[in-house]
């Protein structure tokens, strides 16, 4: 069977005191609600509003990165490190415990973490959160410096998230995040901002205190963000502002109309009025096109007074200067003619015509001598010929000045013609004087033209500027009352412009914000009951000997309420009582507990891990016993790493047989921090395994069956491990790998899994082993399998069996990258 086949479990039925989804999520809020969506029964268009809206919010509340693990932490130069000190995890889900006395560096290395994703310790009450405090290492101050090395889901390899100093101050910090195959950016561009507010994966013995000494309201949000109330919140806060502006957009329409049309009532002496009123009251929807010629000054499509108006107030009658000027050109040619009437320049030039007509006659007769006009002989000879074209030349000097006066009267008298024009649209109180205007262009005499069209056009001109005033005020009058609507109008218009536009989507937004509410609420309800079964559920593994009941978990009050809190209900041996006035210290601390570990582990989160610093003060024995089982639970889904120095933590998880990876801190002169890694499930086995192998005298059976059940033990959980990693590099999803390996109830398909991806392949498994690995590892597996059969292994060499089968997990928790 391959991961995808393998049965989903059913998000309402977990198992243990806290499930792989504390509240019930096997999706995401965004996922589950986009799954909702598409089963719905509403328009595409309803649908595509919800979408815009869930996707705007999901891009600001959510991480574009797939669930990310803490593969090690590298810390130089900060709190209680000095020089490099390094601790390397297993990217995986597990509980590694990091133990050390107080003051070996524990909590530097935790803090380092924190302040490596976010840059500041706001978790610290009564500080800046950029303060820092003294932050950097007495005696290694130079260059401090925090490296993340992050496994990031379906990705082949880590990325490295960096911050360090500029300055002495803590908030100088910069930080920069390199994923492979997609460069370096700051680590705001990572995109966990929101994430790390909802999903906080820090918890220290202060955060446990204030998640019940806090605000009520904070206790409040801290426990809403995980029921998806933000997202969905935000998403339907977002189309109600846009639904409350298109409604009332439209209610403003409708409550303005009455009073405008009164209005345009008190105006119907104007056109413009009477057809505004009429679009504005049109049936069905108004005419917003003619409301908007009205608006913008085009006049209305009938021809009434207001049109009349209009073209006096338009009219323009002859220029006088221009005619004025053409007249008085005009009028000094004809006096320049008249000047030269009867002078010698006149008769020279009647005298050179006279000439010119005998010159042409002699070249029309080049033999005839006889005189044309008085019939004289041997007149017109080659002397004569001569003498008049020399005659001729000088006559015509001296009548130039008649040619010139007389081309003058012809052009004057042109552009007077010119001059006189009759436009479209004369209005009727001006026909008259504009005919004897247009008439002197059938006068040809310059004379009679100088008189007639001096008298025409300032007749004219008057009239046309008596009808243009009286038509400008008249229409300034009008255009004083329709001055002071046309702005409502043109509000109004806009308005329901907008209103008739958005009509459709105004009922899209009601049924899409009707939906998401009714959505929100089931939803709201059904993960507060996960989150308070999970709560009650951790709380019952930390109470262990407590009479003290959690009988309820839940929210009073809303978002945006300004009275909002977590309710917490108890029981002491049946009486019902607030949960915080009759629990212990102890109590308190196993109950913020117990409301913290399932906001962290939600299906939103992008954090794959879990950072818990000194979770067991004020607990007694029993309840650190309860918190190991928690805590192991909760580690086959997350990775979860505590940072403790109470050795009871650690022996609790030995004395339950609860695997666990445990690394000892210790802290040398000159702040010099070390971590060793000193037990995890591989190295217990094997350990143990070793322990038989170098005790003497042990029964027969003890080699024969307990060892290579031991050595069974380490190899299946380095398979364990290579599945995890193998799967998380290609992508696979985390609730898929955990069921088939819930499901690979033999030694044969867990191995099948990690080497193939494939429970169903185990068939196979033998022969990848000795491809990988060499035949030897097949033999090994061999004698640990028959371990648990009646007859046992036989096992010349226990020192020797148990180095090769630790030599043989080594490897295989190295897994190759393929398919």
């Given amino acids: ?63 574009p990165l797939a669930r990310v693990y803490l593969d090690s932490v590298a810390v130089n130069g900060f709190r209680g490190i000095g020089p490099r000190a390094r601790l390397a995890l297993s990217p995986r889900p597990g509980v590694n415990l990091v133990v050390g006395r107080n003051g070996s560096g524990k909590s530097s290395l935790a803090d380092a973490i924190e302040v490596g994703f976010t840059g500041t310790r706001a978790h610290r009450p009564g500080q800046d959160a950029t303060g820092g405090g003294h932050w950097a290492n007495l005696h290694n101050a130079e260059n401090p410096k925090i490296e993340l090395k992050l496994a990031i889901e379906g990705d082949t390899g880590p990325s490295t ?93 409708r409550d303005a109309l009455p009073g405008l049309k009164e209005a345009l009532y008190a105006l119907e002496d104007d056109d413009r009025a009477v057809q505004a009123l009429l679009a504005v009251d049109t049936p069905g929807a108004p005419d917003l096109d003619v409301i908007d010629a009205l608006v913008v000054g085009l006049p209305p499509a009938d021809a009434g007074r207001l049109a009349e108006l209009r073209i006096e107030a338009g009219v323009k009658g002859p220029d006088l200067v221009e005619v004025g000027q053409a007249v008085e050109r005009l009028r000094k040619a004809v006096a320049d003619v008249e000047d030269l009437r009867g002078t010698d320049a ?62 003058a009267l012809e052009a004057g008298t042109r552009h007077l013609h010119h001059l006189v024009e009759r436009p479209a649209g004369i209005p009727d109180s001006l026909a008259e004087p504009w005919a004897r205007w247009v008439d002197c262009r059938k006068i040809t005499d310059p004379g009679e033209l100088v008189r007639a069209a001096e008298e025409a056009a300032t007749v004219l001109a008057d009239a046309c500027e008596t009808v243009r005033r009286h038509a400008a005020r008249e229409l300034e009058t009008r255009d004083e009352r329709w001055r002071a609507l046309v702005t409502r109008l043109a509000a109004w218009a806009d308005k329901a412009r907008r209103t008739e536009r958005d009509k459709l989507l105004l009922a899209d937004l009601r049924k899409a914000v009707k939906w998401l509410k009714e959505l929100a609420a089931e939803l709201r309800d059904q993960r507060m009951k996960h989150f308070t079964d999970a709560t009650q559920g951790i709380w019952e593994c930390l109470r262990q000997e407590s009479n003290v009941d959690l009988t309820d978990v839940g929210l ?264």
């Fill in 556 to 819: 009073k009050g809303s978002e945006k309420a300004s009275v909002r809190k977590l309710v917490m209900a108890a029981s002491v041996d049946g009486q019902d009582a607030p949960a915080l006035d009759v629990m212990s210290q102890g109590e308190l601390h196993s109950l913020a507990l117990s409301l913290f570990l399932p906001r962290a582990t939600t299906a939103d989160s992008p954090f794959g891990f879990l950072l818990i610093d000194d979770p067991v003060q004020s607990m007694d024995p029993t309840k650190v016993h309860g918190l190991a089982q928690v805590l192991h639970e909760m580690g086959r889904h997350r990775q979860i790493v505590v940072f403790t120095h109470d050795p009871r933590l650690q022996k609790a998880f030995t004395d339950q047989e609860l695997p666990a990876a445990v690394f000892q801190v210790t802290r040398g002169e000159g702040s010099r921090v070390k971590v060793a890694c000193i037990d995890d499930p591989v190295a217990q086995a094997i350990g143990d395994a070793r322990a038989i192998a170098a005790t003497r005298g042990l029964p027969s059976g003890t080699y024969s069956h307990v060892l290579p059940g031991l050595c069974r033990i380490a190899l299946e959980n380095a398979f364990l491990e290579a599945a995890w990693i193998r799967h998380h590099r290609t992508g696979g999803s985390e609730h898929d790998l955990q069921v088939a390996i819930d499901s690979a109830e033999r030694f044969q398909e867990v191995a099948a899994f990690a080497l193939f991806g494939d429970v169903s392949r185990s068939s196979d498994v033998k022969e990848e082993v000795r491809r990988r690995y060499g035949s030897p590892a097949c033999s090994l597996i061999q004698q640990c399998q028959k371990g648990a059969h009646p007859h046992g292994a036989s096992i010349p060499d226990p020192h020797r069996f148990v180095t090769e089968v630790e030599n043989l997990a080594q490897k295989i928790r190295k897994p190759e990258v393929t398919a």
């Fill in 1 to 63: 069977m391959t991961v995808t086949e393998q049965p989903q479990q059913n998000a309402d039925e977990p198992t243990g005191p806290l499930a792989q989804n504390p509240v019930g999520q096997t999706l995401s809020l965004a996922g589950l609600v986009r799954a909702r969506l598409g089963e719905a029964s509403l328009p595409e268009p309803v649908k595509a509003l919800v979408r815009e809206a869930l996707g705007e919010n999901e891009a600001r509340g959510t991480s």
């Fill in 161 to 253: 998230l960096t911050r360090a100093w500029t300055s002495e101050e803590f908030g100088s910090s910069e930080a920069s995040f390199r994923r492979p195959g997609h460069g370096t950016v700051p680590v705001a561009d990572a995109g966990w901002g929101t994430a790390l507010a909802d999903h906080r994966p820090f918890l220290s013995y202060t955060d446990l205190d204030l998640m019940l000494t806090g605000k009520p309201s904070q206790r409040y949000d801290a426990i809403a963000t995980i029921l998806g109330t933000e997202l969905l919140s935000s998403a339907i806060s977002g189309l109600s502002a846009r639904e409350k502006a298109l409604a009332g957009t439209a209610k403003e329409t």
């Fill in 346 to 407: 006149e008769n020279a030039q009647l005298r050179a015509d006279l000439l010119e007509r005998a010159l042409a006659h002699a070249d029309r007769h080049p033999d005839g001598d006889v005189c044309p006009a008085c019939g004289t002989e041997r007149a017109l000879g080659r002397e004569w010929y001569e003498r008049a074209s020399r005659q001729v030349a000088e006559l015509r000097r001296e009548a130039k000045t008649a040619h010139d006066a007389h081309a």
